[in-house]
């Protein structure tokens, strides 16, 4: 079955606390991608990855910092969390009409 | 102005009616168009994929492109209370980077 998972679902943590949220998919996909979801803005994409050892910012990279060390796992970092980074997050994996999303990761920085 | 613009709704239809849902765009280089479905607590998944102007129909779902008035919509069909849900459209002029609407809530009411 065709999945992306994402790690932890539920995150509550204090401003400048490093913090990794994982991503996993399973389908082979050399795309793969990060977005925040806020009302009123939609989705966001946060960074990109074309293949391993590639990355690139998207629209809102502020604040973030991601890894593509190997095919299946694209993680996001954030070194130093602020109140404003709380939000909706979701990995992406694969393009056009082979893109998933994960199920999300809804983090309250305090 | 946002690159896409989609109104937040929330739009209430009783179930058996038709809807309607809309995004404008300002990008002329825009090819590809989709409409995502995203139920609460769940990450978007992909409902219609189109590829430059006209219309493509799957089941009760029909996806219509203007390009020359910069205009798609989302027609379903004999709604049902399991449409319930965000719906979010998005395009990229590539395949790759996508940008979202901020989402419509349609509630559809037995």
């Known amino acids: 079955e065709a999945q992306v998972t994402q790690n932890p679902r539920y995150l509550i943590t204090v401003t400048g606390k490093k913090l990794t949220v994982t991503c996993s998919q399973n389908?082979?996909?050399?795309?793969m991608s990060w977005y925040r979801q806020d009302p009123g803005l939609g989705l966001r994409q946060i960074y990109y990855s074309m293949n391993v050892e590639v990355t690139d910012k998207g629209d809102v990279p502020e604040g973030y910092k991601v890894s593509r060390k190997e095919k299946r796992n694209f993680p996001l970092i954030l070194e130093s969390p602020s109140p404003n980074q709380t939000s909706l997050y979701f990995c992406a994996s694969g393009v056009g009409e082979t893109q998933y999303f994960g199920p999300g990761t809804r983090l309250l920085v305090l | 102005q946002k690159e896409v613009e989609q109104d937040p709704g929330p739009l209430s239809v009783p179930e058996g009616a038709i809807v309607s849902l809309n995004c404008t765009y300002s990008?002329?280089?825009?090819?590809?168009f989709m409409w995502y479905r995203q139920y609460s607590r769940k990450g978007p998944e992909l409902l219609m994929y189109?590829?430059?102007?006209g219309n493509k129909e799957d089941g009760r779902f029909t996806a219509q492109v203007d390009k020359s008035s910069k205009y798609i919509s989302l027609f379903i069909r004999d709604s049902q209370p399991s449409d319930s849900a965000t719906y979010l459209c998005a395009m990229s002029v590539g395949a790759q980077k996508l940008v979202f609407g901020q989402g419509t809530r349609l509630t559809i009411n037995p």
């Open positions: 990008n002329s280089a825009f090819q590809y």
């Open positions: 389908m082979n996909h050399e795309y």
């Open positions: 189109t590829y430059s102007s």
